[in-house]
């Protein structure tokens, strides 16, 4: 039974870490995306060059999020092996201290005497566990695989390219030319509202606010990249 309650909480554990790799890759990848088609639009540039800034976009700062999502939790990972190793050079050089540790755990969870100390004598009586509930509970440390870390990242990488490349999409098509502009924001807008509302997964706000809290960051994100294209055209122009 705890071999089966262990799996099934590793699987709710991995897809949560998942669903936030996703959004986090998603959400940076509209955004980004499509105030660089906001601001070029602005200037009034060509498709063509449109999508080569689009794809240089996408490309690179997919490259940045996902690196950065592995460095990130690769970090995380050494740095729970180095305190796992610290602790349990500590249970065997000084048990007795540990033990008190635990002890004051089991205390400040409402365990009185021989329930403290029968709690106490289960923990430590095996190494491993022993270490596993010092990490947990004295250092508020969670394991995090090595193999997560690149996992992580490749997620994160691919939720970024297929959510950037999206508003490029209307530029891709010749016969789209006139209404590309307008094609590209109603994507983004959609992309912007469900990505927003799958954050509902991970708090426990309303989809239909967390949606329109990102579709208003988005669209104000966008609406400033646009002023500034349009402006910047303009000096160029009286420059000229």
Avoid: C, H
């Avoid at 602790?87 to 089991?106: G, L």
């Avoid at 924001?185 to 959609?190: D, N, P, S, V, Y």
């Avoid at 239909?208 to 609406?223: C, D, F, N, R």
């Amino acid at each position: 039974m705890d071999n089966i309650f262990s799996k099934t909480v590793g699987e709710k554990s991995a897809i949560g870490q998942y669903l936030a790799d996703i959004i986090l890759g998603a959400n940076d990848g509209i955004i980004t995306t499509f105030v660089v088609v906001a601001g070029a639009i602005g200037a009034s540039l060509s498709p063509t060059v449109i999508l080569i800034i689009g794809f240089a976009n996408v490309l690179g700062d997919a490259t940045s999020m996902g690196f950065g999502n592995y460095l990130g939790q690769k970090s995380q990972a050494d740095y729970y092996r180095g305190q796992r190793k610290r602790e349990e050079r500590e249970v065997e050089e000084t048990p007795q201290d540990e033990s008190k540790d635990v002890k004051n755990i089991f205390e400040s969870w409402g365990f009185k005497d021989k329930d403290a100390d029968r709690a106490v004598q289960i923990v430590t009586s095996d190494k491993k566990v022993w270490v596993d509930f010092m990490m947990r509970e004295e250092l508020g440390i969670v394991e995090t695989p090595a193999s997560q870390a690149t996992k992580s990242g490749l997620v994160t990488f691919g939720a970024f390219v297929i959510a950037g490349v999206v508003p490029l999409v209307p530029f891709l098509v010749p016969s789209w030319s006139e209404t590309a502009p307008l094609i590209s924001t109603i994507l983004a807008a959609i992309e912007l509202f469900v990505i927003g509302s799958l954050r509902s997964l991970m708090t426990s706000v309303s989809w239909i606010k967390s949606g329109v809290e990102m579709l208003l960051v988005g669209a104000l994100a966008g609406s400033l990249a646009y002023l500034v294209g349009l402006i910047l055209e303009r000096v160029v122009e009286s420059l000229v």
